[in-house]
């Protein structure tokens, strides 16, 4: 068999359904085995948006998301995406063509050396040197994405091991010396935190996205109702605990509710499952929560005391941990005088947005959108005021329903990860909430959605700003715009010349009637948003500052 | 504070590139590095000098490398019973005159007298760090021309 039906076969038996991708030089044999494959390939416009596509795919599944690019230029252009893949722990294999192996090294036409550029941007990569290599390699690469700690591994393989011949024998098992992922926490330390947890009066959960990549929401429910503890979620972490529960109070951090911030100063322990103590929810870090314990349960050791020391670390899969710690508390904290006083924060320091003036809030917009999606819509959205507003103001209840760019912060994510999200389900709304910025980024997706009938619903919160940096230019550089202030083509009419359908709302009273518009219609649609252009995203953190040192947001 | 870290690692290209890769990624410092092959040709051993500022760089550095999946073996020598050596080549001035005083200071030192040109000797020289200075202090009364040093090794007692 030759090495591009080798690895055809092999993605079958990963049950890969589908694959992101666009073709080149260095994958022709690939794309040859592909035009009689029993896999769905969508050919996006852009390779960056293979890789976020492949990775919208795999936040919405939990499955792992593959792409396909040809060596070179379109292996360079998949980097931004597995470099976002990679800083939010998601399972993606990227597959990319390499020049012949007899010319590597010699600066061939549509060389780069891939291995080498994307070695810090995946959890492991691979150049495939000899055929009878490839099966085992392939079944290491999805095991390796989508086990521990997920993230992107990168397979290139050069156009003559494509070419080769051999016979397909799958490996039967695995084993990898140097990765064994610990997924069981140690008994010892579990037992120590539920005694913490006992003796507790202020404790507070923080929840991240391993939550959602273990699928241990309900048993971080369980723990809260059971301890009766507040809880707060980072970006990555929204939909792995309802909002709208009376224990939660919402996503922490430098545009997190004030609430979330000043009760995370104030608890006396944090138990923080999977989660990182990034840099944009502790703030200052020496000043971070300073009369708390710290119980840390993660499955990747490295978090653990990275950023913040930590009291008891649990190295485990959240849900394991999670089982077992439930069951080993025996004697509840009293925490009705912490709850209280968490009623009071909230009420006193409310998340809210001037309702007054005629034009339209993007807060407005999203709230609007929370109204009238159905429960199972999944929100994508790109990065800046957008991407805030879309966390702070849509009420997420179900995992895997927000889908964005967390640690890199990738503009241009959004759109195509909307494509991946609705690829995979057909049925469900999928909804990308969009700054006029960014969907610039990957706007010729449009083809994509239309070419292949991925119906994905776009709202452009249009502001004709880059507008978190504009925000950052007001309070900080003193109102100087330096270049952020953009000109916007027609959206409308993009759509239109797509194919798509665009719909533009200028008034307040048109919000509404173009949402159930946009969501009725059995097409990509376009909906570009004409909101306040001056407004800013509040609460916020000034960068450095103490989490509990918040600007703006009272009504 | 400088630390002795060995790894077992895969004896495959790359290898190096991505533990070399890890440390200035994420700005730690490596003093010294010893790479060889093992009794078992599939692993390679490393053993590097890392200078960390405190215990938990320390920490993030083992743990960084523990979690590439071609290390298979992370041992840090710092609160193991050990001993570590390093070999030195160097090159010093000497006129035949002042050999028997130069084999003299010698007698201290684990040596071999690998050559003796017209005014140099080459010596190789294995030891400790505390060692070393010494000799390289003691040597440089001669005149060092050239000094080349493996970096540390170290075993476990």
């Known amino acids: ?555 | 504070m400088k630390h002795i870290i060995s790894l077992i690692v895969e004896n495959k290209p790359g290898v190096l590139a991505r533990i070399s890769g890890l440390f200035s990624a994420r700005g730690y410092n490596i003093s010294s590095l010893a790479v060889s092959e093992t009794l078992d040709p599939t692993t390679s051993y490393m053993t590097m000098v890392v200078n960390a500022e405190d215990e938990r760089v320390l920490e993030q550095i083992k743990k960084q490398l523990n979690k590439l999946i071609d290390v298979i073996t992370v041992i840090d020598f710092t609160k193991k019973e050990h001993i570590d050596r390093e070999l030195v080549l160097i090159k010093v001035t000497c006129q035949q005159k002042d050999l028997d005083k130069l084999k003299s200071i010698l007698k201290k030192y684990s040596h071999y007298i690998l050559k003796v040109l017209q005014d140099t000797v080459i010596i190789e020289m294995t030891g400790n760090q505390e060692e070393i200075k010494d000799f390289i202090e003691d040597m440089k009364t001669f005149g060092i021309k050239e000094l080349v040093r493996t970096g540390r090794i170290a075993i476990s007692q």
């Not at chain 1, 795999?58 to 990679?86: F, M, Q």
């Not at chain 1, 929100?379 to 507003?389: A, R």
């Not at chain 1, 909307?418 to 049925?427: E, M, N, T």
């Not at chain 1, 097409?523 to 000034?542: K, Q, T």
């Open chain 1, 1 to 555: 068999m030759k090495g591009a039906k080798i690895l055809i076969e092999s993605l079958l038996k990963e049950n890969v359904k589908v694959v992101f991708g666009y073709p080149g030089g260095s994958v022709l044999p690939i794309f040859d085995e592909l035009y009689e494959a029993p896999i769905r390939f969508i050919l996006i416009r852009h390779e960056q948006a293979a890789a976020h596509a492949a990775d919208g795919y795999a936040r919405a599944t939990g499955k792992v998301g593959v792409c396909l690019a040809t060596s070179g230029p379109g292996a360079t252009n998949l980097t931004t995406g597995i470099a976002t893949a990679y800083m939010d722990s998601i399972p993606i294999v990227a597959i990319t063509g390499q020049v012949r192996t007899n010319l590597i090294g010699n600066d061939a036409f549509q060389e780069a050396d891939v291995t080498g550029i994307s070695r810090p941007i995946t959890k492991h990569n691979y150049l495939v040197k000899d055929i009878k290599d490839l099966t085992r390699i392939i079944r290491e690469a999805f095991y390796i994405a989508s086990t521990g700690r997920p993230g992107p591994v990168l397979i290139d393989i050069p156009v003559d091991v494509q070419q080769k011949d051999t016979d397909f024998v799958w490996p039967q098992e695995i084993n990898i010396r140097g990765y064994k992922p610990t997924y069981f926490g140690h008994p010892g330390q579990i037992k120590k935190a539920a005694k913490f947890i006992s003796k507790s009066k202020k404790p507070i959960l923080y929840i991240g996205g391993g939550v959602i990549t273990s699928g241990a929401s309900k048993e971080v429910i369980q723990l809260a109702e059971k301890i009766n503890a507040p809880v707060v979620l980072t970006l990555m972490g929204l939909g792995a605990f309802p909002i709208e529960h009376k224990l939660c109070l919402g996503m922490l951090g430098m545009h997190g509710t004030a609430y979330a911030n000043h009760a995370v100063m104030q608890s006396d322990l944090i138990i923080a499952i999977g989660a990182r103590f990034d840099d944009r929810v502790t703030g200052r870090i020496d000043a971070f929560a300073p009369n708390a314990k710290i119980i840390h349960i993660d499955i990747d050791p490295s978090s653990i005391s990275k950023n913040i020391k930590v009291d008891i670390p649990i190295v485990g899969d959240a849900k394991n941990v999670l089982i077992k710690l439930i069951e080993e508390i025996k004697k509840l904290p009293d925490t009705s005088d912490w709850i209280k006083t968490v009623e009071t924060l909230k009420k006193k320091y409310p998340l809210v947005y001037k309702r007054d003036g005629s034009g339209i809030k993007p807060q407005y917009v999203i709230e609007e959108l929370y109204n009238l999606a159905k429960k199972d819509t999944i929100i994508t959205t790109e990065v800046g005021q957008n991407q805030m507003w879309a966390a702070q103001w849509y009420k997420y209840s179900i995992p895997r329903t927000f889908i964005s760019s967390g640690g890199l912060g990738t503009m241009g994510f959004g759109f195509p990860a909307s494509i991946g999200a609705k690829v995979a389900y057909p049925d469900r709304d999928v909804i990308c909430i969009a700054g006029d910025g960014s969907f610039q980024m990957n706007i010729q997706e449009l083809a994509t959605c239309v070419c292949n009938k991925i119906n994905v619903k776009v709202f452009i919160l249009n502001n004709g700003y880059l507008g978190m940096v504009r925000q950052w230019q007001e309070l900080f550089y003193k109102k100087r715009y330096s270049y952020t202030c953009i000109y916007n083509p027609d959206f409308v009419k993009v759509a239109e010349a797509y194919g798509a359908v665009g719909i533009r709302v200028k008034e307040k009273d048109e919000v509404k009637e173009a949402i159930k518009k946009a969501l009725s219609i059995e097409a990509p649609v376009i909906v570009d948003v004409h909101i306040e252009p001056e407004e800013n995203v509040y609460p916020m953190v000034p960068a450095g500052e103490a989490i509990d040192r918040m600007i703006g947001g009272m009504a």
